[in-house]
């Protein structure tokens, strides 16, 4: 990815869907904001549901406000909320292995 010189930049959208990442490259004026990026992105049908319903979006794995100001070859992700928590599925794990030892 490339930074376009010298009235743009150029940045990743991403969203990671259980079937395939989704991952546009748009362009866009110095001193856009992620929220910039979405606003933008949301108009592809493939992620306008997910930017609409997005809480949690960062930068190469960074969680950042929507307000941050982007560079070029940066990364936007949208994340999707967990159906559940990584703490609790190996506790239930945990529980479920527990019952059949007994």
Not at 19 to 33: F, Q, R, S, Y
Not at 74 to 102: C, F, G, N, P, W
């Amino acid at each position: 990815m490339r930074e376009v010189s010298p009235s743009g930049i150029t940045v990743e959208v991403a969203f990671v869907t259980p079937a395939d990442p989704i991952v546009l490259e748009i362009v866009l004026p110095k001193g856009a904001t992620v929220d910039d990026a979405l606003r933008c992105a949301g108009q592809d049908e493939r992620l306008s549901s997910a930017v609409r319903s997005a809480d949690t979006v960062g930068i190469f794995g960074q969680i950042c406000e929507r307000d941050r100001v982007l560079t070029g070859g940066e990364r936007v992700e949208i994340y999707r909320d967990l159906i559940v928590d990584a703490k609790t599925a190996r506790r239930q794990r945990a529980m479920q292995h527990s019952q059949v030892d007994a």
